[in-house]
């Protein structure tokens, strides 16, 4: 059988990576989660004092960028990702970085840098890649795309079940607020923003267990790379 691209697309906490994370273990492919390059991104920025609550030095980012090196490392069987070799993943992963990430994605010349990195490693195919804009800019050519949505509501629950679990706990009501703020960032924004390649399949998995979803990808994923 012949070796694929599958580009996952959809909005924030609908479950995205961990269905890409399952497909490319089944199919033994690579995974690469997009969001954490542009968090990674957005770290190197914080860190340095690029980015700030106020405002984004474009002229030091764009040197900044040139000489980042992003990868990903396998960490006791979990892909970890790194920044000029250092393991930043639980870093990346909290609410102040999200942000940022969401600022620098939002910066034409940090996407066209990131694309040619993801583009790169998709060479050999092979390759299960998550983000925002893999099927419609990264890899429009794809033989299987998939576009992941659920309802609000229900994204919210989970990221709010999500925080709990790791000691945060919000109210619900700003949890709802900040994914809907969120998906109009991510769908208004003038560069690459969130929308489905014409030729995605779409999987609402509003209603889905987890169980249900993977059998959904995988009876796709098999169709494609016949
Ligand atoms: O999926 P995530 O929450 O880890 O993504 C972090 C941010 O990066 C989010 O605001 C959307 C953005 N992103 C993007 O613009 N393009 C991608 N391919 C992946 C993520």
Redesign the pocket.
Known sequence: MRKIIVAI?GY??CG??TMAKALAEYAGYRYV???????ATALAGLRKGIITDDEIDEEKLKVMIENLKIDFAIVEGKQHTTLDGEDVESEIRTLEV?NA??R???IGFV?VK?VEL?QRMGDEKGIVM?????GTV?FPKAELKIFVTAAAEIRAKRRFDELKAKGKEMKMDEVLADVID?DY??TH?KE?P?KQAVDARILDNSELTREEQFETIKGWFNEARR
């Open positions: 697309d924030s906490s995205k990576s989660d997009t969001g954490a390059m542009y968090r999200g990430a969401s620098v994605s939002a996407r990131l993801q998550d983000g925002r804009d893999i990264v969120r960032r991510d924004r690459s969130l």
